[in-house]
């Protein structure tokens, strides 16, 4: 048996381990069908997701759904459902999306509790979990036991590489993208080998002609508005096309046996920035954090300090390592004027004169008007501080900034962000 097989067979579900599920979701649907009973509420519930499907690996999570009539208005249904879902399952937690829902957990297994409308095919959604429901009657009608299988693998292959999960932080493929993928190319082979081959954005059907900007286009077949892989990035599309061309040419050595080459003497300099995360879902705060790298990033480039390289980490700390080549500004610095054409080139020569920052010029080189000057500030530290207070990183981290902790020398090291920077590897 291949690798990949034998990963398979280790995470697929015994059937002790289905009937386990199974036992859990019927009792907890049971109580919901109750509580539904005596309070004369118009709800079902409903399991959703993976489980539901047959297509779950072992450490999925189950997913159980409350549909309630759609004469319900919405702010009724999430009050409702939170209130159900607290009944039912025992120190669980709230939780944010579109709309919030209860998490928590029944003898180690994750256990999502979620209120939507109950939504016949082609009828409008109100929210777009109100489609889930459909997601799981059209895979359940298009699979057999040999699909079910090729999507075990799927996911079983896009976890080994790294790019399964369509969470922000992640940015990869969703449980339900190896659904569609599957039915759409019959086979985890026939899929694989076309990826080998993609040039190019992957568009799934091959023949649509709706206009996503987004590198993975995979139409949603139960709402055809909907792009299902918006959430890939690029790069996790890259890594599959790698990947997959490894795959094919059996080039194991490569694909599952990542050996990155790490060597700490770089003579180049680190520095770190690091500050609490907020008690906020990772899918908000990432964004802002990818934000406050850039901006830092940015900072580097413009005053000077040439960074090279960059690295994120979130765990309980957002981490930002920048690796740069200069830790002293020089006295001159090129600073670009306007064309020697334009209207502004006098007024920029009457704001240098008699600087005292102004080291030569102003001269022109090619069609512009140059001056070198002193840079204003020469502290990295402190320029980082000025230019961050004006800039803004987004809703939750702005009030945060003024906190960051900076980290330099070998203390860098010790930091998560460092241990992902160095094990840096095709996948
Ligand atoms: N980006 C996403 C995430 C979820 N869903 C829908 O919500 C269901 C449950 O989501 P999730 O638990 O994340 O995915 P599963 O398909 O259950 O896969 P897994 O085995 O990883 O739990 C999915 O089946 C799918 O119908 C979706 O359409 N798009
Ligand atoms: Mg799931």
New binding site residues.
């Given amino acids: 048996m291949n690798y990949l097989e034998n990963k398979l067979q280790e995470q697929t579900p015994t059937l002790q381990e289905q009937e386990k599920l199974k036992n859990i979701v019927s009792a907890i649907a049971s109580d919901i069908n109750a509580i539904c009973k005596t309070e004369g509420i118009d709800a079902t519930p409903l399991e ?3 489980v539901s499907k047959g ?3 072992k450490s ?2 189950i ?1 159980l759904f409350i549909t309630f009539s759609r004469s319900y208005p919405v702010e009724y249904i999430e009050k409702k459902g939170l209130e159900i879902g607290h009944a039912v399952l025992e120190n669980a937690i709230e939780k944010y999306a579109e709309h919030p829902y209860v998490s928590g957990s029944v003898s180690g297994i994750k256990i999502d509790i979620v209120p939507a409308f109950r939504i016949n095919e082609g009828e409008r959604i109100v929210s777009s979990v109100d ?2 429901p459909l ?1 799981t009657i059209y895979v359940k009608s298009r699979t057999d036991s040999k699909m079910v299988h090729d999507i075990r693998l799927l ?1 079983v292959f896009l976890k080994e590489i790294n790019v399964y999960g ?1 969470e922000v932080a992640k940015s990869g493929f ?3 993208i190896c659904e569609i993928a599957i039915i759409a190319f019959g086979t985890f082979e026939k899929f694989i080998q076309y990826m080998a081959n993609l040039k190019g954005k992957l568009i799934v059907p091959e023949n649509c002609d709706k206009e996503f900007n987004e590198p993975v286009i995979i139409i949603d077949p139960v709402d055809p508005t909907r792009n ?1 892989g918006a ?1 890939v990035s690029v790069e996790n599309l890259s890594k599959l096309k790698l990947a997959a061309k490894l795959y094919v040419t059996r080039r194991e050595d490569i694909l599952f046996n990542p050996e990155p080459v790490i060597k700490y003497d770089r003579k180049t300099i680190m520095k770190a920035f690091v500050l609490k995360k907020p008690d906020i879902i990772d899918d908000i705060i990432y964004p802002q954090a990818v934000r406050l790298k850039n901006r830092i990033w940015d900072i580097f480039q413009k005053s000077g300090f040439m960074p090279f390289s960059s690295e994120l980490y979130m765990g309980e700390n957002i981490e930002i390592l920048i690796e740069y080549m200069r830790n002293k500004l020089p006295d001159a610095q090129k600073h670009m004027g306007p064309p020697a054409e334009s209207n502004e080139s006098i007024k920029f020569i009457d704001a240098w004169k008699g600087n005292s920052r102004l080291m030569r010029g102003p001269y022109i080189m090619g069609d512009r008007i140059y001056v070198d000057t002193k840079p204003r500030y020469t502290e990295l530290e402190e320029i980082i501080k000025i230019e961050l207070e004006k800039s803004d990183i987004g809703k939750n981290l702005n009030q945060y900034k003024g906190e960051i902790k900076v980290v330099s020398g070998k203390d860098v090291n010790k930091l998560n962000v460092a241990k992902k920077f160095y094990s840096k590897s095709l996948f």
Wanted: charged share 20%.
């Fill in positions: 959703v997701g993976s297509t779950n690996l999925s999570d997913d489609r889930t997601h996911k369509s969703s449980g339900y299902a959430a």
